[in-house]
């Protein structure tokens, strides 16, 4: 999924839960308040980074998967600052 679809896609789920409250308020209203709370279940998300595992014992299953978990992580923080950026410009 691209970022910017996963921006849409969470704007469109609290929009939904938003609609289905016991109260209601007009759609621009709700729509906004569901960009921010996006917001900040993305910054929740960049904010809860996780830290290397401390049981790996990178020696006995390789190098390369100590890089490839870093990858990992690079590949994930990156995709979720960009879907922060597509909510921004939404």
């Not at 904010?47 to 994930?76: F, I």
Request: one cysteine or more; glycine letters at 2%; a negative charge.
């Amino acid at each position: 999924m691209k970022p910017k679809e996963k921006a849409k896609e969470l704007i469109h789920h609290y929009t939904k839960e938003l609609l289905s409250a016991k109260y209601s308020i007009n759609g621009f209203v709700i729509e906004q308040l569901a960009k921010q709370c996006s917001l900040i279940a993305v910054d929740e998300i960049l904010n809860a980074r996780p830290l290397d595992p401390n049981y790996v014992d990178w020696d006995d299953c390789g190098a390369a998967h100590q890089y490839w978990y870093e990858a990992q992580k690079e590949e994930a923080l990156e995709f979720w600052n960009d879907v922060k950026s597509e909510l921004q410009s939404l």
